[in-house]
Each structure stands twice: as C-alpha cells, then as structure tokens.
T-cell receptor, first 117, second 112 residues
C-alpha cells in the first residue's frame, strides 16, 4: 500500500541553524501538507502546497519557514534559523488522487522529530 | 478561531465493549470530518472519514455526524487492547488542500 515517507526520522540541530525536512508524498497525490505536533499538544497545520504554490498557510508558518518541491517526488520544509520552540514532530501529509470522488482524506507520514538545542 | 473539542480522557473500557468517542467543532462551514488513531510516538493514522449527516460503518468502526449539532462521534465495537491509543478528531471545510483542524485527542484504554 502506498505511503508517505519522511527523512530523517530524528534531527538534532543547534539554535540558529537551518534544517531541511524531507518528504516523499504518495505517488499521484496532488496536495501536500506539513503539520507539527509539540510534545503533549495537538497536531497543528503549517502549510499546504499544490501545483508548485502554497495554497494555504497558518500563522505559525512565518518567514523562517519555506516549502519546495525540488523534483517530481520530494517535498521539503526548510526552517531557516531554528529556535528552541521549533522542537516538535513534523508530519508531512498528502491527499487526492485525480478522479476519485471527494478525496479530502489526508495521509500522514511517520514524522521527523526535530530537537533544537 | 476554529476549534475542535474532545474529552481528553482517559476513556477506559473492557475488552469486547463498545467505546464511544465524541467531538464537537465550532466552524459551521466544516464539511469533512476525520478520525485518526495515534499511538504514542507515532503519526496519525486515518481510520474513518465522513462527509454526510448520519452513520458510516467500516468494520468495527462507526462514525456518526450531526452537522446541525456540530457533533461527530466514533464508535468502536468489540474493543481490543490493540485499540488502546489516542483518537484525534479533525475537520476541514471540504475544499481541496485546506487545513485539517485537530482536537487534542481522547486517550482510549482497553483492558483485557
């Protein structure tokens, strides 16, 4: 069964450093998302991406964040200058195969645990 | 501010019983409703989705939606210890590419 994959599973970085989190969405899905979950808190939406453009973003997704689809399979989240409060699990998700009814379901990858020290 | 509310639990049921999980949402524009299961340290796993008022059954799971009351529930029949997890309710406007708004989740514990 197709699934979303993410690398790395765990990333440790120092405050102020740049990190890139990588995701391979489900093949043929058209929409891609990033969510984060701070330990013990709820899952929070960061950004959605379609047709090489951001379609929606949250207040969390400020200028230090960016997303990119550098090739036909990868989808990346870059955090330019990490802060302690960026420590969280970051989940990539994807949705919608063409011609498949409503198809609003979002399928999540296993996540990258980001630790900022 | 769009909110999704769930009782945090824990909800404890014996093996074989029915577990009932509830969720309310604030945005009347919500059109799509999802239940995810999340084991500790793992990612959310989609287990049910419902778009129309009424009941939707899939195996041991039944999702119920009442848009007038802004209420969605999940019933788990014949609960198993492996069902012990946190269940996340999520909603969105039903438009492609839009954010899921998650509740904090209800922790379910099924005892054998």
């Amino acid at each position: 069964e197709p699934e979303v994959t993410q690398t790395p599973s765990h990333q440790v970085t120092q405050m102020g450093q740049e990190v890139i989190l990588r995701c391979v969405p489900i093949s043929n899905h058209l929409y891609f998302y990033w969510y984060r979950q701070i330990l013990g808190q709820k899952v929070e939406f960061l950004v959605s991406f379609y047709n090489n453009e951001i379609s929606e973003k949250s207040e969390i997704f400020d200028d230090q964040f960016s997303v990119e689809r550098p090739d036909g399979s990868n989808f990346t989240l870059k955090i330019r200058s990490t802060k302690l409060e960026d420590s969280a699990m970051y989940f990539c998700a994807s949705s919608i195969q063409p011609g498949q009814g409503y198809n609003y379901e979002q399928y999540f990858g296993p996540g990258t645990r980001l630790t900022v020290t | 501010q769009k909110e999704v509310e769930q009782n945090s639990g824990p909800l404890s049921v014996p093996e074989g019983a029915i577990a009932s999980l509830n969720c309310t949402y604030s945005d009347r524009g919500s059109q799509s409703f999802f239940w995810y299961r999340q084991y500790s340290g793992k990612s959310p796993e989609l287990i049910m989705f419902i778009y129309s008022n009424g009941d939707k059954e899939d195996g041991r799971f039944t999702a119920q939606l009442n848009k007038a009351s802004q209420y969605v529930s999940l019933l788990i029949r014949d609960s198993q210890p492996s069902d012990s997890a946190t269940y996340l309710c999520a909603v969105n406007t039903g438009q492609a590419g839009t954010a899921l708004i998650f509740g904090k989740g209800t922790t379910l514990s099924v005892s054998s």
